[in-house]
């Protein structure tokens, strides 16, 4: 039961969130998240991966399955300072580097080849997935 909570919890955030592009405060507040770790997929444009950290609350980690764009995040974030509270790496497009129940908040424009049971595996009790 908890786990179609959950889905449906997940469901809801994705079909909101797709009406509309928003800032990372505004996926912030959205998501009602207060801190911990938040991971943005898709993070050729390290502006909303860096919009996500809004203070010493969050850990944010950026995924991308280009590396180009992941050394152009990295260099952004270097740049403002952010190295380290904020962070990118490459991931192979499918397998959430992650345990189980580690992700506060899960940020995509698109899962592309994750598959929602792969969010729902890396998402802490509580956690938000806005896609």
């Given at each position: 039961m908890k786990r179609i909570l959950s889905l449906t919890a997940l469901l809801l955030t994705f079909f909101t969130s797709m009406t509309q592009a928003q800032t990372g405060p505004e996926i912030l507040e959205s998501s009602g998240v207060q801190g911990g770790l938040v991971v943005h997929l898709g993070c050729n444009d390290a502006e909303l991966t860096v919009a996500l950290r809004a203070n010493d609350s969050y850990l944010v980690h950026g995924l991308d399955t280009d590396p180009d764009q992941v050394a152009a995040a990295r260099e952004q974030i270097q740049e403002l300072g952010l190295s380290g509270p904020v962070s990118v790496s490459t991931?192979?497009?499918?397998?959430?580097?992650?345990?189980?129940?580690?992700?506060?908040l899960l940020v995509a424009e698109e899962l592309d080849n994750v598959t929602v049971d792969e969010v729902m595996r890396v998402l802490a009790p509580q956690g938000v997935a806005y896609i």
């Open positions: 991931f192979d497009g499918e397998h959430l580097p992650y345990v189980d129940n580690l992700v506060n």
